[in-house]
């Protein structure tokens, strides 16, 4: 069964540090990964994509790089905000006659004064 | 509007009752998604489609679950008979182009679903 497996489950930081969060994927065939922001109450937003040729993207603050050999990829925050504070899911797609979306089950991020 | 829309945000439903979800897509949106999130999970996806054709429908799952897109903009997801196990958050989403693998998928709200 295909998996994407993200880590930790759950985190909690200070405003104003750095933080990582993992994923780590059986998915085959790739094509893409994906990291999603979801606040509470809310659709997940999105942050970065990156597809096979590609091991780093940036938006901001947030950094995700892709290493396809491993199967990993990792979204790092900098200078940690309250408003980053929500569930960051890890999105594998397969192009297989169209696209299917492989979700994570999220990195609960909680950042604190 | 300025995003995708669903209605209604919250629904409760007594066991066996049908229920329908709509969602609005960005206009010109090509493609579309549903999907099922469950409490303390990512989504799981449930069908796609492309103008009105409904080209993936794998993770409906049972005959129970029924979506339509008849003129290619607006949809609707229905649920007959419902159980307590889909009791979930149903989300949409839209893209711009049709099998395009590096779109960006635009989420709404979604509706919040309990069976009770």
């Known amino acids: 069964k295909n998996q994407v497996e993200q880590s930790p489950q759950s985190l909690i930081i200070l405003e104003g540090k750095n933080c990582t969060l993992q994923?780590?994927?059986?998915?085959?065939?790739?094509?893409?990964l994906r990291w999603y922001k979801q606040d509470t109450g809310r659709g997940p937003v999105s942050l970065t994509i990156?597809?096979?040729?590609?091991n780093t993207k940036s938006n901001g603050r947030y950094t995700a790089t892709l290493d396809a050999d491993t199967k990993q990829s990792s979204l790092h925050i900098t200078a940690s905000q309250l408003s980053d504070s929500a569930s960051y899911i890890c999105?594998?797609?397969?192009?297989?006659?169209?696209?299917?979306?492989?979700f994570g089950t999220g990195t609960s991020l909680t950042v604190i004064p | 509007g300025a995003g995708v829309s669903q209605s209604p945000r919250y629904k409760v439903a007594k066991r066996g009752q049908d229920v329908a979800l709509r969602c609005d897509p960005i206009s010109g949106h090509v493609s579309l998604f549903w999907y099922q999130q469950a409490l303390g999970q990512g989504p799981e996806f449930l069908t796609y489609f492309q103008n009105e054709a409904q080209l993936d429908k794998s993770g409906l799952p049972s005959d129970r679950f029924f979506a339509e897109r008849p003129e290619g903009s607006v949809s609707t997801l229905k649920i007959q008979r419902t159980q307590q196990e889909d009791s979930a958050v149903y989300l949409c989403?839209?893209?711009?182009?049709?099998?395009?693998?590096?779109?960006?998928?635009?989420f709404g709200p979604g509706t919040r679903l309990t069976v009770l």
């Open positions: 989403a839209s893209s711009t182009r049709a099998g395009s693998n590096t779109d960006t998928q635009y």
């Open positions: 994923c780590n994927y059986t998915v085959s065939p790739f094509s893409n």
């Open positions: 999105v594998v797609s397969v192009f297989v006659a169209g696209n299917q979306f492989y």
């Open positions: 990156m597809t096979f040729s590609e």
